[in-house]
Each structure stands twice: as structure tokens, then as C-alpha cells.
């Protein structure tokens, strides 16, 4: 980069080879002075409106004339328009109300103390500008691409060019291009088909409706699939780690967040086997718990028609319907029925003894758990993985829980997404030098993690370092 | 991108087998311990230690029929392996569960993570060895109570070829370490590859000692004999601080199974290496039922230890040796088809809390027409109206249990037994020996368990609302029994 070149040509050379294969970056010729004057319009799309465009570009005000490439370019990213114009040693930065702000949207599944609160909105366009707006890279790449024949929906693939593996991209693109379907409605659709292990419950891909979650998740090395008319895109490579990690995480002390991170490990394993636990224990192990607990619970039990298993399959089910009515039903009316249901079907279920209390006490905390998984998609997995867990250890008592783990264990050590261990970096954390492990259960202090996670390419993984 | 390369990280080989080498300490040199035959423990270990060095220089075998030999070695080790794990989980989970149920799932989950390939299922040993080993640590400590350090002054070091026996035999049972020589070559960082063998054997070879001793501190000279598992028993002793949680002996044998099941899975990793093609996995279904066949067979523990020690393990180590000398040879070795078992699981025996009857007391005294009078008291909640105690004259504990299940639709759960009455007259009876060692042998009796002798009817006592919480539990009181040459008092 260097000073502005006065031949428009080899500006117009300089924004196509920097601004490469991203999509969200326009650029229009113009004619000033009676059309004597050939002159290039470059801008971020969404960032500028078309009004706007307009209006400055006759030359109304607000125009600073800029000498450098790079001066240039950083007008440009931070969501201005920039004009080059033949014969003039200086590029002109046009302002413009910039990115979309926090009145886009909020996210409202991922929600964070700390932290941005915008989320994404329905726009393809405005997502991959709100995106842009937090990594200001001409190296952040933006392909689009138009899907399904008949809905003609625009995805968008965003990478940092210089962090990813090349052939991730070809992969993606040619699961992408495998299928011929009608319409994508949203990115769900695209998840499933793009899918190499598609009858595992556990997703891989992460989704989220977070713009500085997809901006994180860019930095680490990995590509971002935003769908129009979506508010959640696809992030991949994912794995099983990535699923536990929140915004803030990384924006809260490191002791805070691994105390949330184990906190939520511990969780998801209950999700899925506490109340196959219970049974188990009710049923075959009771030397297990203190005789003055087991006589409690034997003594709650007495009068209940259904066996251990009957009742905690019957207040799950309970649950599982709360819950989706709460969903299908209009906002406060959802919360409402969340809570009386939850309340009064409990109490009135241990009243007529249909149920011992015990049971409502489980089954609430395992419900917790499964909440306090951040990902909604992968927390269905651990709250489907329940049903099978709870059978097993009513059969087979504590014998038939750990069978079910390690079902589940063997299950996800042989899933992968794109190529890297979906166990990552619990399992081949060697590939990363151990690195990774530091971003895991555990988050190391912020100054102790200088390097991507093994999704970025070999040679580009350094991401902090002292100045000298 | 990165799977699929079946290379394996220095970690994963380390987590994988000694995992499986301390789950084998723990379930083997216990049974053996005592206060003069430490000496065949050093040895076994000795023994395996050459081996493994060995494997560590030698190039592997390649050729197809020699890793079917060392596989069929593989094979009756696993299968063995197997039905002690299934004795283990049929004796501290699930009682009266049928023994072919509970191997019949193990080979069902083993086949599954087999299935999958040598990277997958490295990957699973990856993930659980932390878990099994901090379960294992954080038990043992639970027992430090029971441990009497000044039991280690009465061992004795005495070299003979009675020693030199067992410790062969030991280190047969250890050989299931041995497949470590197949993953020669197949690690990532092939300079690695000494130091992780080296550093799997030490990890082993210390954690198979300090078990020994560990055991030997509880039960002292022989005071185990007779029991299934040492340590499993031994952690009957364990409990929480605090009474949060009982008994912790369902926790160990839960920690355990998980370095059994890695140990038997690389056991019956087919030829060890590479992908599992259709042909493969056809092989592992058939190996897999024949084993299952076998386990099911009381018999082939005693078949299988002849074989193993006379026959599998010196080919093992004649091969070691050949590969050692000329390098790779060939020696052709038919691999027997073996029958097909379809598992069909049903059945179970669990039982809900209302159908158990928690015996908190037991009195035994002397009776008119059996051997013994025994009282049972039951617990209740606070709430409850106490429970008429359960009088019957029977010749065991045993056998008292039937009768009580005969009268009433409940089962005793002796889980929650906390105290048990002996009356002076019965302590002089030959029966009495007989009952002590049902007690020692039946894993549902806590070794916690307090004792106490009465003047008068132990009956009385039992009855009694109020339970004594001190007392000497009944481990103390059979380790006196076993070690005095049984007689205790």
C-alpha cells in the first residue's frame, strides 16, 4: 500500500485485488462534471445506504480527502464510502451513518451479563455487515451463493482468508452443491443436509444468533454460513467444546468463567443421567445413600401406584409438554404456563401420590441442567439421550448408566466435524501442542492464550504476543 | 483433515493402557497378597517390565498369521478378563442378575467402540482415564482409616521357585499389557514411543505394588482368603464424611469397570491396527460370540489359565524372542471360525424401594433346632411405626433371608446393616466359623459393619430402637479370625 495512485485504472486494480471474493463490498463507477470526470464508488453494503450515496456523492459536504491506501481502506471498513477519481492523487472518504447499531435486534436465546447485546436480524446482508463491523479485515472474505430452485435463498460463507483451510471451503461448497431442493426456509435446512453424520442427535455445527460470537469464531480459523431469512447462522468446524462456551467467557475473568465452564460440563452430564441415576439407585443400589435418606424416600414412595421408572418417565413427559406449550404459546402467556404448570402439576401430582416429592426434585434439577447448556440444539441431544439412560439404568442399575455412557463416549469419539475430532480437545489435543486445552474446561488466563484453536491453518495460529 | 490417519498421540497409548494395567492391579495382586509372597509380586512385575522392553526396540510383527497367534493369546486373556467382570458387577451391582445379561451388554458396547477403530476407541481411553483414576485415588483415601501401616514390618522377602512360580503367573495375567508391542511404529511422534512404554510400565508396576500393600495394610497375612475381590470387599469400608453417601464399594467397581472395558477392548481389537473393513468386523461379530459363548462357561477360567500359562503366554514370548533374533518371520497360523451367539438380553431383578425391608440390626443366638436364633431389625423413617423385628431359627444368614421372603413380599436389604449382636454361648459353636465366613464371603454385608458380643440374648439388643454407633466393625474381627489361624477371640 502507499499513496493514492491518480490512474483511476490501477485504483480500480488495487479494490479489486484487496477487496478479493468479499461480496459485501460494492463498488460503483461514477461520472462527475458532466460526465468528464470517471470516477469509483467503493463502499460496505448495508453500511451505506443508497440515499446516502446519492446525496454525497454530487458533493453536498461532509467529504475528507484522504492520501494513503491505507487510510483509504480503514474509511472504507468502518463503514464509510470511498470515492477514487481519475486524475486525483487522493481518494475522498464520504461518511455515512455506518453499520446497523443495536436497534437491529437482541439476541434472545444467548443472552450475556457482559457483552454486546445486538443479535442478528433476518438479512442476510445486514448480518454479514454486522459481522464486518466487528472484524474491519479486507482479509475477512464474503462469498455468496444463491440456494434452493425455487426459494432462491442467499447464503453467504464468511472466513478470514488467511486463517482458514483452503479445502474446508471446497468441502463446504460441495456438500452445498450436493443437493437440489425447492427452498431453504433457514439454516436449519442447510445443517442437515450439509451434515456428514446426520442420524447423531448432537449437531456439528454451532449455531448463533450472536454477531461477536460469529466474529470470535472467524478469528479462531472457522467459517461462518449466513442464511437469508435467518437469524441464526452455522459456525464450523465446531466441537464439543465449543458448545459450552459463552460470549462471555472470554469477556470475564478467567476464575469466573471456568468456574460457568465446569459448572455447565457438570450440568450437561446430569441433563442426561441424573434421573437414570436415581432410578438406579432407588432400585438397586441403595447402600449407596445414608439410611435415614433411604428411609425418607422409601417412606415418600409408599402409596405411589407406579414404579421408580413410571413415575420419572411420567414427570418427564410432564415436563417435556409443559415445556413445548410454553414454547407454541405467545410469550407471557409461555412464561405462565412454564411456571404453573410447573407448580401446580408437581404439587398436585405428590398430593394424590402419583408421585413422590423426590421425584419433582430430580426432575426440576434436571431440567436446570439441561437449561444451563448454552446451546439449545446440543442440550435436545443430552435431553433425548435421558430417555435411553433412564431405561438403562432401571435395567441395569448403575451397570446399565455407565453402558450408557459409554455408548455416548464412543458415539462422540468417532464424530467429527469437517475433519476435527468432535472431542477436541479432550481427545488429539496433541495436534494443537496441547494448546487448545487452555480454552477448555479450564480458560487460562486471557494473556496465557496466544494461539487459535487447532480450526486454524498450522502456520497462522499465533493470535497474542507481547510487543517488544 | 486429521482423522482418519491412525496414528495415535504418546498420550492417548499411555492413558489407554494404563488404564488397563491399574484396573488389573487392582482386581489381581490382592487375591494373591500376603505377608510372604510380595516377593512373586516384584517379580511379575519384573517379568513384565522385560517384556515390555523388549516390545519397546522390537519392530512389530507384520505378518497376518503371527498377529493371529498373539491375538488368539489376546483373545483367552479378554475373555477371561470378562467373566471376572461380570462376577464383579454381578456381586456388588447386580446381584441375582443373570451373569449372561451383564456380559452379554459388555460385549454389546465393546463391539460398538470396536467397531469404530483403533482411533476412536484411543479417543474414548483419552477421555475416561482421568475420571477412572481420580474415582480410584479419591476412594482409596475415603479408606485410610482402615489402614494399619505397621502390617508392612510383617512381610517377608523369601526367594524361591515357589515365588518365581507365582510371580510368572502373575505377570500372565499382567501380559494383557502385552499389546502394546502391536502399536510399535504407529505412533505420532515416533521418538516418543520408549518413553511412553517406559513410562506405562513404571506407572503400572508402582500402582501394582502400593495396591498389594494397600490391601495387604486392611486384611494383614491371608486376611482376605476366601473373598472374590479384596479390594471391592475392602471398599465396603469406604464412606463419605459426614454420612452424605453409604457405602462407596458401588462407586469403585463402577471406576473399575471402566479400565476393565478399556483393557478388554484392546484385548479384542482385532489384529490391533488398522481400519475395521466389512471382512473385520464380520471377524471381531465372530470373535466377540465365541467369547461371550465362553464366558458363559464356568469351566473356561481353568481351561483358559492352562492355556494361558502353559501354552499362549511362553508363544507369546518365544515370538518376542524369534522377532527379536531374525526379525520378521512367518509362521502360519489357521484362525479358528468360531460359532455365532446372538444375544437376546431380557430379565432383570430390580427391586423398588417399598419391596425391601432395610435390616439396620442383627442379633444371633444360639437355637433349638437350627444352629442359630437370628433377630432382625428393620429400619424406618421417623414418621413410621417401628417394625416388628423378624425372629427365625436358621443354619445361615442366608437361609433366614428365604424364609423372611417366603412370609412376606419383601426382600432384606442388607445394605444399611448397621450393627450385629453375637450372644456369648454361640462364640465357642463350629457353626459359628460358618457364619463368619458367609459374612466374609457375601459381598451384601458391609465389612464396616459393627460387632458387638452380648451376656444376655443378642436378640434383645437387636430389638432395640437405639443403635449403639460405636464398636468394632466386623472387617477388624474376621482379619483377627483369618490371621490367628481362625481363632479369634
Not at chain 1, 453500511?47 to 474509511?75: C, F, K, W
Request: proline content about 4%; some cysteine.
Amino acid at each position: 500500500m502507499g499513496e493514492i495512485s491518480p490512474q483511476l485504472s490501477q485504483n480500480k486494480e488495487w479494490v479489486k485485488t484487496r477487496f478479493e471474493k468479499c461480496d459485501d463490498i460494492l463498488n460503483r463507477q461514477v461520472f462527475l462534471d458532466n460526465g468528464r470526470r470517471e470516477g469509483l464508488l467503493v463502499y460496505v453494503e448495508v453500511a451505506v445506504s443508497n440515499l446516502m450515496l446519492e446525496e454525497h456523492v454530487i458533493g453536498l459536504s461532509d467529504v475528507q480527502p484522504l492520501r494513503t491506501y491505507q487510510e483509504g481502506e480503514a474509511a472504507l471498513l468502518a463503514g464509510n464510502g470511498i470515492l477514487f477519481l481519475e486524475g486525483d492523487d487522493m481518494v475522498y472518504k464520504i461518511s455515512s451513518k455506518g453499520y446497523p447499531g443495536i436497534g437491529v435486534s437482541k439476541a434472545e436465546s444467548e443472552k450475556v451479563m457482559r457483552g454486546s447485546r445486538e443479535g442478528f436480524t433476518e438479512s442476510e446482508k445486514l448480518n454479514v455487515a454486522l459481522i464486518r463491523k466487528r472484524l474491519r479485515d479486507p482479509r475477512m472474505k464474503v462469498e455468496e451463493q444463491i440456494i434452493g430452485k425455487r426459494s432462491n435463498t442467499m447464503t453467504a460463507l464468511v472466513y478470514m482468508e488467511d486463517l482458514i483451510y483452503p479445502n474446508l471451503l471446497d468441502t463446504i461448497k460441495k456438500r452445498m452443491a450436493a443437493y437440489e431442493i425447492d427452498g431453504i426456509l433457514d439454516s436449519g435446512m442447510l445443517e442437515q443436509l450439509t451434515e456428514k453424520h446426520w442420524l447423531s442427535p448432537f449437531p456439528q455445527f454451532q449455531s448463533t444468533e450472536r454477531p461477536d460470537r460469529a466474529a470470535s469464531a472467524i478469528l479462531e480459523g472457522r467459517v461462518v454460513l449466513v442464511t437469508d431469512h435467518s437469524p441464526t447462522v452455522l459456525v464450523f468446524p465446531s466441537d464439543y467444546n465449543s458448545f459450552f462456551q459463552t460470549s462471555d467467557d472470554w469477556y470475564n475473568r478467567f476464575e469466573i468463567a471456568t468456574f460457568a465452564r465446569m459448572l455447565r460440563f457438570f450440568a450437561a452430564i446430569l441433563a442426561m443421567s441424573f434421573p437414570a441415576i436415581y432410578v438406579a439407585v432407588t432400585t438397586w443400589h441403595t447402600s449407596l445413600l445414608p439410611t435415614n435418606l433411604i428411609l425418607s424416600m422409601a417412606e415418600a414412595r409408599a402409596g405411589v401406584p407406579f414404579p421408580s421408572l413410571g413415575e420419572v418417565l411420567l414427570m418427564e413427559i410432564s415436563f417435556e409438554l409443559i415445556r413445548e406449550a410454553g414454547i407454541r404459546l405467545p410469550g407471557p402467556i409461555g412464561n405462565t404456563i412454564g411456571i404453573v404448570g410447573g407448580l401446580i402439576i408437581g404439587q398436585s401430582a405428590v398430593t394424590a401420590n402419583v408421585v413422590s416429592p423426590i421425584v419433582v426434585i430430580v426432575v426440576a434439577f434436571t431440567a436446570l441442567c439441561s437449561f444451563a447448556i448454552p446451546n439449545e440444539e446440543f442440550a435436545s441431544a443430552f435431553r433425548l439421550l435421558k430417555y435411553g439412560c433412564i431405561f438403562m439404568g432401571a435395567w441395569l442399575g448403575l451397570y446399565g448408566v455407565l453402558l450408557s455412557y459409554l455408548w455416548v463416549l464412543i458415539h462422540l469419539s468417532h464424530l467429527n466435524s469437517f475433519g476435527i475430532p468432535y472431542l477436541m480437545p479432550y481427545v488429539a489435543s496433541d495436534l494443537n501442542g496441547y494448546e487448545d486445552e487452555k480454552d477448555s474446561l479450564v480458560r487460562f488466563p486471557f494473556r496465557m492464550l496466544t494461539r487459535r484453536p487447532v480450526f486454524a491453518k498450522r502456520d497462522a495460529r499465533v493470535k497474542l504476543r507481547k510487543k517488544e | 483433515m486429521f482423522s482418519g490417519n491412525q496414528k495415535i498421540s504418546s498420550r492417548q497409548l499411555y492413558r489407554n493402557y494404563t488404564a488397563g494395567f491399574i484396573s488389573l492391579s487392582a482386581l489381581l495382586p490382592p487375591l494373591i497378597i500376603n505377608g510372604s509372597n510380595i516377593v512373586s509380586i516384584l517379580l511379575a512385575v519384573i517379568f513384565l517390565g522385560i517384556f515390555l522392553a523388549g516390545s519397546a526396540v522390537i519392530p512389530r510383527p507384520v505378518s497376518t498369521a503371527v498377529k493371529a497367534l498373539c491375538y488368539v493369546h489376546y483373545w483367552i486373556l479378554g475373555t477371561m478378563l470378562v467373566r471376572m467382570t461380570g462376577l464383579l458387577v454381578q456381586e456388588f451391582l447386580l446381584t441375582d442378575t443373570k451373569l449372561w445379561i451383564i456380559a452379554g451388554w459388555f460385549y454389546v458396547i465393546c463391539y460398538y467402540n470396536l467397531y469404530k477403530g483403533l482411533e476412536c476407541r484411543l479417543r474414548v481411553s483419552e477421555v475416561l482415564f482421568p475420571f477412572f483414576t481420580v474415582l480410584l485415588i479419591f476412594l482409596s483415601i475415603l479408606m485410610y482409616g482402615e489402614v494399619q501401616i505397621h502390617r508392612l514390618e510383617e512381610l517377608e522377602y523369601i526367594w524361591n521357585m515357589g515365588q518365581v512360580q507365582k510371580g510368572y503367573e502373575l505377570f500372565c495375567w499382567l501380559g494383557a499389557i502385552q499389546s502394546l508391542w502391536h502399536l510399535n511404529g504407529q505412533l505420532q511422534d515416533e521418538h516418543k514411543w520408549r518413553t511412553g512404554v517406559w513410562k506405562i510400565w513404571l506407572s503400572g508396576a508402582v500402582i501394582t505394588i502400593l495396591w498389594s500393600l494397600f490391601t495387604y495394610c486392611i486384611y494383614g497375612n491371608a486376611g482376605h482368603t476366601g473373598l472374590m475381590f479384596p479390594l471391592a470387599n475392602a471398599m465396603t469400608l469406604a464412606h463419605f464424611p459426614g454420612n452424605v453417601i453409604g457405602r462407596m464399594d458401588t462407586l469403585f467397581v463402577f471406576a473399575w469397570m471402566i479400565g476393565l472395558f478399556l483393557l478388554c477392548s484392546s484385548l479384542f481389537a482385532p489384529l490391533v491396527d488398522g481400519e475395521p473393513d466389512k471382512q473385520r468386523k464380520y471377524l471381531l461379530f465372530a470373535l466377540l460370540s465365541a467369547s461371550y459363548a465362553a464366558v458363559l462357561l464356568p469351566e473356561c477360567m481353568e481351561w483358559g489359565q492352562k492355556l494361558l500359562y502353559y501354552v499362549s503366554t511362553p508363544a507369546q514370548l518365544l515370538l518376542l524372542f524369534f522377532y527379536a533374533v531374525t526379525g520378521n518371520g512367518k509362521k502360519k497360523v489357521a484362525v479358528c471360525v468360531l460359532p455365532f451367539v446372538f444375544l437376546f438380553l431380557t430379565g432383570c431383578s430390580a427391586q423398588e424401594l417399598e419391596q425391601r425391608s432395610l435390616v439396620t440390626a442383627v442379633g444371633v443366638d444360639a437355637g433349638e433346632e437350627s444352629p442359630f436364633l437370628l433377630t432382625f431389625q428393620f429400619g424406618t423413617s421417623a414418621k413410621e411405626e417401628p417394625k416388628e423385628p423378624f425372629v427365625t431359627e436358621a443354619k445361615s444368614l442366608r437361609e433366614a433371608e428365604e424364609l423372611y421372603w417366603k412370609n412376606s413380599w419383601k426382600h432384606m436389604d442388607f445394605n444399611h446393616l448397621k450393627n450385629i449382636y453375637f450372644s456369648q454361648e454361640i462364640l465357642d459353636t463350629e457353626d459359628m466359623e460358618n457364619l463368619l465366613e458367609e459374612i466374609q464371603i457375601d459381598g451384601a454385608y458391609s465389612r464396616g459393619t459393627l460387632v458387638h458380643i452380648t451376656e444376655e440374648e443378642a436378640a434383645r439388643e437387636a430389638e432395640k430402637e437405639e443403635q449403639p454407633k460405636d464398636g468394632t466393625p466386623i472387617h477388624r474381627l474376621l482379619n483377627e479370625w483369618y490371621n490367628n489361624g481362625r481363632s479369634w477371640k
